[in-house]
């Protein structure tokens, strides 16, 4: 015993840190090794992946995980988010992750989305969903069968491939920032620092390939879509550093302006977040309309694009990139609500007599949507034949608000629902 007493021993908490190490190391160890094991199955099972590219040929692991953030770089996050280090994510923004509807239904490539600020990232992810399947995905099913006829496993193949797209875009096309959750807590908070039990603990991997980020992700699609995995936030965040904090700031003009509105208890997105979304940089100019130096976001044309409706003239229009993407398919908001707007048709934007009479397509995220409701646009009707006496741009309109974000892209065009009752 006395010998035992007076041998040299580490302190306890010493210990405690190094075994912490080795646990992370070993949990690590493990996802790699899944990693592998998830890719071996797919080639067996599923040998349509999403890029044609990534057959026969083995994907590379991500760089090493980032060493833990600094507390300092996690309360410049909140900082950016917030405006403050003491603001906290709501319950409705804790709960929201990127949920499909029912597999093989009218409704199979939809994510709900629940009422409030989580539906405008829902809705711009949704819109990369239905780019994937709609004219990226190898299938022989066309039109809304694309969209119908998938099941569990192709709804999570389109959600990597959606979120990996908006990512990859951010990091500027060299570079994407994937953030899963650890069981470890990588950092103790103090001061002033509030703590979530959440944020303290992610894990930043680091991607120098779009393919290796999205097969990354669809490997673990669970920790984004799964109940309880923070999904929507732990997005968010992986989009913020593949832009990297500087260059949101950067992006921002270097001012305090947060990318999240607290207002009343809600928290909602603010137009440079949903740039950031879109283009790739936090800029609330490309949604304004604004053109900035030198026409440089006019010029800029994304691979979807947005229309705006709102009370004012200023709510009303968006850069004329925004408005002709590369595929047609638009971010839908309305009186701060969105929803997609997209048609099947590839050449819809290239094509001009394609645009004399045409159909869209309308998901909303909205829960009482059963089906997608199919609108007949018809940009050569005679414009007399409408009611002049309807102020189409007063208060007192009578048009649904999607009709006349369509106007904003389409102007004096004439809208059909086809019997469907209008949303919004």
């Avoid at 620092?193 to 999205?214: C, H, P, V, W």
């Avoid at 645009?355 to 005679?382: K, P």
């Amino acid at each position: 015993m006395g010998e035992q007493e007076a041998e040299p021993t580490l302190p306890r908490t010493r210990l405690e840190e190094i075994a912490s190490k080795i646990s992370d190391l070993n949990k690590w160890k493990e996802i790699f090794s899944f990693h592998g094991s998830i890719r071996a199955a797919l080639a067996m099972d599923h040998p349509e992946l999403e890029s044609p590219r990534s057959h026969h040929r083995l994907i590379p692991h991500p760089l090493s995980p980032r060493p833990s953030l600094s507390l300092q770089a996690r309360a410049g996050l909140r900082q950016l988010l917030f405006g403050s280090v003491f603001h906290l994510f709501s319950c409705q923004w804790t709960q929201a992750c990127f949920r499909f509807c029912e597999p093989y239904s009218d409704l199979a490539y939809a994510l709900e989305a629940e009422q409030g600020g989580t539906r405008a990232i829902l809705m711009a992810v949704q819109a990369h969903i239905i780019t994937y399947l709609l004219f990226v995905r190898s299938t022989e099913l066309t039109h809304l069968e694309r969209l119908c006829r998938i099941g569990r496993r192709a709804q999570g193949e389109a959600l990597a491939a959606a979120l990996a797209e908006i990512l990859w875009a951010a990091g500027g096309g060299g570079r994407a920032t994937v953030c899963l959750v650890t069981a470890a807590l990588h950092a103790v908070p103090h001061g002033d620092y509030k703590a979530d039990n959440f944020t303290e603990r992610i894990q930043l991997f680091e991607f120098s390939e779009k393919a290796a980020a999205q097969e990354f992700i669809f490997d673990h699609i669970n920790s984004f879509k799964g109940e309880g995995s923070h999904g929507v936030i732990l997005f968010l965040y992986s989009l913020l550093f593949s832009r990297t904090l500087e260059r949101v700031r950067e992006d921002l003009d270097l001012t305090a302006t947060p990318l999240l509105n607290f207002s009343s208890g809600n928290i909602t997105c603010t137009e440079a977040l949903l740039g950031l979304l879109l283009t790739g940089r936090a800029s609330p100019r490309a949604l304004a309309g604004s053109p900035g130096p030198v026409g440089a976001i006019e010029a800029w044309r994304g691979t979807v694009g947005c229309l705006h409706w709102g009370r004012t003239p200023v709510e009303q229009q968006v850069c004329r990139g925004l408005r002709t993407p590369r595929v047609p398919i638009w971010l839908c908001g309305v009186a701060g609500r969105h929803g997609v707007l997209f048609s099947t048709n590839s050449q819809l934007l290239s094509n001009w007599k394609a645009e004399r009479v045409f159909q869209l397509y309308f998901y909303s995220g909205q829960r009482e949507q059963r089906q997608t409701a199919r609108l007949t646009v018809d940009t050569h009707s005679h414009h007399w034949e409408e009611d002049r006496s309807e102020d189409l741009s007063g208060p007192g309109r009578s048009r649904p608000s999607v009709e006349m974000a369509i106007r904003t892209k389409w102007a004096g065009a004439t809208v059909s629902w086809n019997g469907t009752e209008s949303f919004f």
